[in-house]
């Protein structure tokens, strides 16, 4: 047995995700679960339940966080990290309130959060600490004295995140037909959001053109792109685009989108184009339909060969480098003194959300952040 390995003053993890549909009968209320108040059009809605009922109403989300899941808890238990892992979702079960409900009553008094998202933004970051604080107040208003929740920093940069992805992307290069994969260009893609929200995303420094949403993709395209280069010895040419884009016409959202992208690249007499999912943790929907079906479907017109790259899911690189953030967080909370682990230019992220970070419309209580109301 390993010597045993200290997470005080933390008690236990909290997996937060996304959740998805687990039926045909999930579809509809999963989507009123995603949308309550915030105007996405109902033609958009229409479609993506489309995408749900294409695959028997199923999202692949739940299964790859029961899968990651069981890295982690597989990862901790061969280290000697005693800490138990929880899991609680934002649209669909195990609802979060639920699973803080059930971790207040199994004694929990300090919880660190690992979000499914690696990168800055509100989608990505704020939302999920203003569904802390909303389950927070829940559990308060039932007369429950729930845990205090931490939240693990942004890993985009961290090694565990970004070697699964090279590998990936050396797959899906070594997959295509030999004669057109010297020149392929890789598509780094991740889900477009409203300018306005990558504009003011991360601290209040990183905002301006794209701010820490746009600066953090381009950041791990360019470590994947150097790496592949190094291992490959070829210099294939990328650019970061866009998917699953939503919201009303008028208002504008990162661009260009993967699909455009495509053809653009095809006029161009580019032979092939590997596409790499940086902005995702797992293959979920945005990745099987966006991509697997609709940019897959493009392609195929347009005559293009295309490959697409594997997301990180439960790579047990993955579930090692949550280890160390916790082990890293957690020395840091106990005051001693730690080196942050990260690759590329901009430096391991900020481990408490300074007040302005990614700020919503409306403003919210979120927690988990200088500007928590429950520190
Ligand atoms: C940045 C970002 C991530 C990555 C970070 C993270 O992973 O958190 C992400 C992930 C996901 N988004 C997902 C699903 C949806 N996102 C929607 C809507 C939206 N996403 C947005 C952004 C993001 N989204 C935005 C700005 C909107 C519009 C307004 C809003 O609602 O904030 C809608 C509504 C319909 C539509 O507009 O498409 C759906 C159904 C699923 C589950 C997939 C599955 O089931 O496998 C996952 C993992
Ligand atoms: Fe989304």
Partial sequence: MPD???????????????????????????????????????????????????FGGVSP??????????????????HGLNLPVYWGNRNWAPYLTDTLREMTAAGHRRVLVLATSAYASYSGCRQYRENLADALATLR????????????????????????MIDGVLRALADLPEDVRTGAHIAFTTHSIPTAAADT????????????YVAQHLDVARLIADAVRERTGVDHPWQLVYQSRSGAPHIPWLEPDICDH????????????????????????????????????KAEELGLPV?????????????????????????????????????????????????????????????????????
């Fill in 141 to 164: 208003a039932e007369g429950l004295e729930p845990p205090a929740v931490d939240k693990l920093r942004h890993y985009f940069n961290h090694p565990g995140f970004v070697e699964p």
């Fill in 61 to 78: 989300i739940n299964d790859q966080n029961r899968a990651l899941l069981q890295a982690l808890r597989e990862d901790f238990a061969e």
């Fill in 307 to 375: 490959r697409r790259s594997a997301t990180v899911g439960a790579d047990p690189r993955f579930a090692a480098a949550v280890r160390e953030l916790i082990l890293e967080r957690a020395a840091a909370e106990r005051g001693r003194e730690v080196t942050p682990c990260a690759l590329g230019a901009l430096g391991p992220s900020h481990n408490v959300c300074p007040v302005g970070c990614c700020p919503a419309r409306a403003p919210r209580p979120a927690a988990a952040g200088a500007d928590s109301p429950f520190a």
């Fill in 262 to 297: 495509l053809e653009e690249r095809h006029a161009a007499g580019v032979p092939a184009v590997v596409m790499a999912p940086i902005g995702f943790v797992s293959d979920h929907m945005e990745v099987l339909y966006d991509l697997d079906t609709e940019a897959k479907a």
């Fill in 4 to 54: 045993a390995l200290d997470a005080t003053p933390y008690d236990a993890l909290l997996l937060l995700s996304f959740g998805g549909p687990e039926g045909p009968d999930d579809v509809v209320p999963f989507l009123e679960n995603v949308t309550r108040g915030r105007g996405i059009p109902k033609e958009r809605l229409k479609e993506v339940g489309q995408h749900y009922f294409l």
């Fill in 201 to 212: 995303s991360g601290p209040v420094e990183s905002h301006g053109d794209g701010g820490a």
